[in-house]
T-cell receptor
Framework: GAGVSQSPSNKVTEKGKDVELRCDPI?????LYWYRQSLGQGLEFLIY????????KSGLPSDRFSAERTGGSVSTLTIQRTQQEDSAVYLC??????????????FGDGTRLSIL | KQEVTQIPAALSVPEGENLVLNCSFT??????LQWFRQDPGKGLTSLLL?????REQTSGRLNASLDKSSGRSTLYIAASQPGDSATYLC???????????FGAGTRLAVHP
């Protein structure tokens, strides 16, 4: 597709359930990022993938959060045993590889997650 | 640890005004700084990226400057229009892996 695609756009679930969020990056982008945007915390980095490897997972808030990427393309962010504080917008971004630190990141529209 | 601050938090101006949004960062060792626009319920749209070796970037009515030594960037919007109403975020890359560190944003409202 032309841009970064995320699904679902909205997700409402009960506390304690597991959720999976999906990101389809721009074709040819080898770098993929997950961020979280919540009230009072702003936009925070969660995890970075280069290809299928995740050399930086420093932003994952707890071991309930995990992510994987397959085929150097689609990524899934999984939250286990959701808590109310997990309610936020989860944003995915992708960028070209190469000189990674000077490549602009392109963002999807995000998944709005609400935990009841 | 890099921290990014944006001032003001909110701004309301009449159409046609020129305006300046401010961004400051605590660690001057950055690789680049990006300005983004976010519309309600949407993701981020990249406006301008300034590499650490550059002083400014321009795109249409937008001009962004970077002063690494003082830890500051400004986004200048000329002849503002109601369609410019959005939240503007600055973010910088310092350290490895192109990880963006964001400010809290400036919420801009341009009224006719």
């Amino acid at each position: 597709g032309a841009g970064v695609s995320q699904s679902p756009s909205n997700k409402v679930t009960e506390k304690g359930k597991d959720v999976e969020l999906r990101c389809d990056p721009i074709s040819g982008h080898t770098a993929l990022y997950w961020y979280r945007q919540s009230l009072g915390q702003g936009l925070e980095f969660l995890i970075y993938f280069q290809g299928n490897s995740a050399p930086d997972k420093s932003g994952l808030p707890s071991d309930r959060f995990s992510a994987e990427r397959t085929g150097g393309s689609v990524s899934t962010l999984t939250i286990q045993r959701t808590q109310q504080e997990d309610s936020a917008v989860y944003l995915c971004a992708s960028s070209l590889g190469g000189d990674r630190r000077n490549q602009p990141q392109h963002f999807g529209d995000g998944t709005r997650l609400s935990i009841l | 640890k890099q921290e990014v601050t944006q001032i003001p938090a909110a701004l309301s101006v009449p159409e046609g005004e020129n305006l300046v949004l401010n961004c400051s960062f605590t660690d001057s060792a950055i690789y680049n700084l990006q300005w983004f626009r976010q519309d309600p319920g949407k993701g981020l749209t990249s406006l301008l990226l300034i590499q650490s070796s550059q002083r400014e970037q321009t795109s249409g009515r937008l001009n962004a400057s970077l002063d690494k030594s003082s830890g500051r960037s400004t986004l200048y919007i000329a002849a503002s229009q109601p369609g410019d109403s959005a939240t503007y975020l600055c973010a910088c890359v310092s350290g490895g892996y192109n990880k963006l560190i964001f400010g809290a944003g400036t919420r801009l409202a341009v009224h006719p």
